[in-house]
């Protein structure tokens, strides 16, 4: 008999990847269904990307890489982070990883001790709660709901923190609900954190290149608590690159060097195509992407208003990624037939199985009234599907 151990035992399965599942097993069974629960953008990578990609491997980039990427690549990243966020970083701050992912993975382990309180700002991406969980530490949720646009108050990070807490993570833009952080809405962030020197942030700004309004700001501008700020990005989202598997680190050189430490026993340095790839996406203005930013807001705006004739959806404005994330809970503890709705998780099966359109329940991101819904798709599936929703959605009594 095979004994897995305690740790992955307790370890949930990603719920936007098991949604992605069930609808991959529907539709292998011939049903149409409309997959709105993955984050990831329908548009192909730019070709000047996908050239140096291809010139890399013309160009023989096939040994091994350095732990924490070519030096040529954290140069790359050191110049965007000047140039596009006025921030100033070395090459030994900067470090390469398999996706922003491991680079969020890297940094809670190498931050957190057993019993160490990290405070997530909720609704949250759904890994952040898991990661802790791995590092042996104790998530601790700071909550804003849709009235406050999502976005956690500095006096109710103060009241949150303790002498155990040792991280601040939140993302902005943010999955799931798109909300987006002002500078003056950091700068008060910042000043709280400003009076606790044990606290190191983690800001995951993935997304920063899908922002509706104004110029995004990161929480590193701060130079009272810029040597505490972890910086996570990566190109899957602005550069329409998933697959190809490349996020980074920007922190204190001592941060980026114990997570090149942990990064050395795990994966060791990124593909090395990606990398040679990514350094043309680095030093690309980001105005390359334009046409994908316009694009998500066009279907952002097209979303909004077919759900506003859903009745009982609660909606915000999105002004950042591509998600909406609507308060449903007026649907909660109603009926079609045999089919009882008792919260998200039952609407979102109800919604696949007889809508065929695949949604992610709140529960996963820390808010049990909401759906997440992502627009990463053409205008026609949208429209179809929303008209699927509607429809569905009607029939409960």
């Not at 370890?11 to 049903?31: D, I, N, P, V, Y």
């Not at 700004?205 to 309004?213: D, L, V, W």
């Amino acid at each position: 008999m095979i004994s897995l151990s305690n740790r992955i035992n307790s370890l949930a399965e990603s719920e936007t990847l098991a949604m992605a599942q069930k609808s991959r097993e529907l539709k292998s069974r011939g049903f149409d269904v409309i997959n709105l629960s993955l984050g990831e953008p329908d548009f192909f990578t730019p070709e000047f990307v996908k050239e140096a990609g291809i010139n890399g491997i013309k160009e023989n980039h096939s040994f091994y890489t350095p732990v924490n990427g070519y030096l040529e690549l954290r140069q790359s990243i050191c110049k965007k982070l000047e140039r596009d966020n006025k921030l100033r970083y070395t090459p030994e701050q900067i470090v390469v990883t398999t996706g922003a992912k491991q680079a969020l993975y890297n940094a809670l382990m190498c931050l957190v001790n057993p019993g160490d309180e990290v405070i997530i700002a909720a609704p949250y991406w759904v890994s952040y709660r898991d990661m802790v969980q791995l590092a042996e530490g104790q998530a601790v949720y700071v909550y804003a709901g849709i009235e406050d646009d999502f976005k956690i108050k500095p006096h109710q990070l103060e009241a949150a923190i303790t002498p155990k807490t040792r991280v601040f993570m939140y993302s902005s833009p943010c999955n799931p609900t798109g909300s987006v952080y002002t500078e003056s809405e950091l700068q008060e962030l910042a000043k709280v954190l400003e009076k606790y020197p044990q606290i190191t942030i983690i800001a995951d700004e993935i997304y920063e290149h899908i922002t509706f309004s104004g110029v995004h700001a990161s929480i590193a501008a701060f130079d009272a608590i810029r040597d505490r700020v972890v910086i996570i990005n990566g190109v899957s989202k602005g550069f329409a690159m998933t697959g190809w598997r490349l996020g980074y680190l920007a922190a204190h050189q001592d941060i980026a060097k114990a997570c090149t430490k942990l990064q050395g026993q795990i994966t060791s340095g990124t593909s090395s195509i990606t990398q040679r790839a990514t350094i043309a996406a680095m030093d690309a203005n980001p105005s390359v992407t334009a046409h994908m930013l316009e694009k998500f807001r066009e279907r952002r705006d097209l979303l909004m208003e077919l759900v506003r004739d859903i009745p009982c959806f609660i909606i915000n404005k999105p002004e950042g990624a591509f998600y909406l994330f609507p308060n449903v809970k007026a649907y909660f503890g109603k009926s079609d037939g045999d089919y009882h709705i008792k919260d998200a998780p039952d609407l979102c099966m109800y919604l696949l199985e007889k809508a065929q359109v695949a949604t992610v329940a709140g529960d996963a991101f820390g808010d049990k009234d909401c759906i997440r819904i992502s627009y990463a798709t053409s205008n026609q599936l949208i429209i179809e599907a929303v008209k699927r929703i509607k429809e569905c959605l009607a029939r409960l009594k």
